[in-house]
């Protein structure tokens, strides 16, 4: 066993102020740093106490005697031959008192673990004494010396709470001072800090209108905004940042937001919220199995190329009514590609009934802050396209692919140069190819056939051989950090984009070319108008021929201008679906004032394409 602890005397003398005449009958009792108690002694006539104790101990003393204020020390011994000798302690005459009675944040008892330290302040050493509380929430210390204290209260650690300092500080600088005056007991009462509150008022970015039903998470807590817009929730005692993310579809975009809460504050956060474009629909089921539960949808755009509107397809769900509200969709004209599902199959959505071609799909006007009511989205059972894509001299074109709609296509593998698109409505298909980089073609050219029609669980076959196309070498963008993009004038179809170098076209096609340039945050784009030996126009034609080197200067001949889509065999894109208005707006209806073609494409200054137009269209 290990040997005890060599015990020495300790000693001390208490004198009182200010003449230091010794203190008979004083109470002396000496705690360990952790507050173990040693022993408790009283002086003798001389003022003299003794107490044999383990010889490494650094003590904490208090010592009380009647008429005298009660004092506290931290003592470091000074060690003797055989003895400790404690630096001997003086009383002052006459004392005060503290009574302090603490109330939980809701005027409740606090839990019994709870504990306060009363620091002394204006001292030229640290001094704090750390006490409970009791179980009925009051702090009573009689006999306190007199002087300017700070106290500091620490609630129970389970749950975690928020130290404070009195009245309802959080640091110690911020703390009122407290005065204790001889013959008198000072009384308190106070209230622990609350959790921190939160209020988060959602408004329309464009009305300033409040919006309703608003749903975020806040603080694990899951809720959604009143009638005047606002949630109001508690955020625990944490110093933290807390985040917002605030949905409200599918009339908005979703909104994020941050606040700091202290506790025992209230803070007030407004989150605007920006309107989006909103589709209404009702879904018609004719396989017979009515098992959808919900829709989703793609939202294609674009004079030129297909530009999905959102990052997602976007999706909800039916009502009892098989109704369906779906959105927010950023504003613009556009078509709707309908997703399958578990019974039914993928469609454009048409004006009466599912379409395989984009060209023939109804248009919808979409507008922030507006409801457009679309046709009917008529859903049927599903077949598949299964295909193979080759080379003019037979080869299998290795990954070579057909699409259906920009989200939905089939592509060979380095097994072979069979695709298959499956779970496609029972439409008549457009399909656009890609063979590689040298050899994009359009539907209907030759060795790519021009549509496919799919039957209800059948498979339609789709043998594809494509042609070659050509090049434009060496473009030059006029020295900026850019990119070109070369689009089909009839169909706007994408046809391929270059940083600079090489551009890959298809033979025998009137093209566009667009430059993009700029930076993310200020993104710019112009539309080539080159020249011509009749002049200069934004249709190129591109022959067999690779074409010779050429420059797109936004300095020179390079337009903000956006040119129209050349008319051919194809009919028109037909009017959009009109909307009806779902939330006031500012400054009249969104788009107001912008000039319109017929069948609602955005007018251009280029004028509509005549047959002499065209003529020029000439390298």
């Known amino acids: 066993m290990p040997p005890a602890p060599t015990e020495l005397l300790h000693r001390g003398y ?18 360990s740093q952790s507050l173990v108690h040693w022993g408790t002694v009283q002086t003798a006539a001389d003022g003299e106490w003794r107490l044999p104790l383990p010889s490494d101990l650094r003590l904490i003393t208090t010592v009380s005697a009647p008429g005298y204020a009660t004092v506290w020390g931290f003592d470091d011994p000074e060690p003797m031959i055989g003895q400790v000798m404690l630096p001997p302690t003086r009383l002052r005459p006459g004392s005060g008192g503290l009574r ?9 008892p606090l839990v019994p673990t709870a504990t306060a330290l009363l620091k002394m302040v204006d001292t030229g050493y640290s001094w704090d004494y750390t006490l409970p509380v009791r179980f009925d929430g009051t702090i ?21 709470r928020a130290t404070q300092w009195y009245p309802a500080a959080l640091d110690e600088a911020s703390a009122e001072v407290i005065t204790v005056s001889d013959g008198q007991t000072t009384e308190l009462t106070t209230s622990l800090l609350g959790p921190g509150r939160v209020e988060v008022k959602v408004v329309d970015a464009v009305t ?63 989150v605007p919220m920006q309107p989006g474009a909103t589709v209404a629909a009702t879904y018609e089921d004719k396989t017979g199995h009515d098992g959808a539960s919900g829709v989703c949808v793609d939202a294609v755009r674009g004079v ?41 199959g993928a469609q454009w959505l048409g004006h009466q009934g599912g379409t395989g071609n984009r060209r023939t799909a109804a248009t919808l006007d979409l507008r922030a802050g507006f409801i457009t009511t679309a046709p009917n989205i008529v859903a049927l059972g599903y077949g598949r396209i299964d295909g193979r894509i080759s080379f003019p001299n037979g080869d299998d074109a290795m990954y070579g692919c057909a699409a259906v709609a920009p989200r939905m296509s089939g592509c060979a593998d380095s097994e072979g140069a069979y695709f298959t698109i499956p779970y496609l409505g029972p439409y008549t298909w457009t399909l656009t190819y890609n063979g590689g980089a040298f050899y994009p073609v359009r539907t209907g050219e030759a060795g790519a056939p021009a549509h496919f029609t799919v039957k209800v669980g059948q498979s339609t076959p789709a043998w594809v051989k494509l042609i070659p196309g050509t090049s434009v070498y060496n473009i030059d963008n006029g020295n900026v950090n850019s990119e070109i993009d070369a689009f089909d004038a009839y169909t706007g179809r994408l046809l391929y984009t270059t940083s600079g170098g090489t551009l890959a076209l298809p033979a025998n096609r009137i093209v566009v070319f667009r430059l993009r340039y700029g930076s993310t945050q200020n993104p710019l784009s112009c539309w080539a108008h080159l020249s011509t030996r009749k002049g200069s126009t934004p249709y190129y034609m591109v022959g067999l021929a690779p074409l010779s080197p050429f420059r797109i ?27 009806t208005m779902f939330a006031s707006r500012t400054g009249g209806p969104a788009g107001a004032g912008a000039a319109t073609a017929p069948g609602g494409v955005p007018a251009s200054p280029w004028g509509v394409p005549t047959a002499a137009r065209l003529a020029r269209v000439k390298p």
């Not at 302090?100 to 409740?108: I, N």
């Not at 009573?140 to 975690?160: C, E, F, H, M, Q």
């Open 304 to 344: 030129w190329g297909d530009v999905i509107a959102e990052e997602d397809k976007v999706c909800g769900s039916l009502t009892p009514g098989k109704k369906v509200l779906l959105g927010p969709f950023h504003p613009g004209q556009v078509q709707l590609f309908v997703h399958p599902t578990v019974t039914t």
């Open 14 to 31: 208490i004198t009182a102020q200010p003449d230091g005449a010794p203190v008979a009958g004083a109470t002396v009792s000496l705690y």
């Open 140 to 160: 009573d210390l009689p006999n306190l010396p007199a002087g300017r204290y700070k106290l500091k209260i620490t609630p129970s650690a389970d749950p975690v």
């Open 208 to 270: 300033g209108a409040p919006v309703k039903d608003a749903c975020m998470s806040i603080f694990d807590q899951e809720g959604c905004t009143d009638a005047d817009g606002i949630r109001r929730a508690e955020v625990g005692w944490q110093l933290k940042k807390h985040t917002l993310h605030v949905e409200h579809l599918p009339y908005h975009f979703t909104a994020t937001g941050s606040f700091d809460a202290k506790p025992g504050q209230l803070v007030k956060v407004t």
């Open 100 to 108: 302090v009675t603490v109330r939980d944040h809701d005027g409740g």
């Open 553 to 579: 200067d936004p300095a020179k001949n390079c337009l903000n201008r956006e040119p129209v889509r050349l008319t051919g065999p194809v009919a028109p894109l037909p009017g959009p679906v009109p909307a």
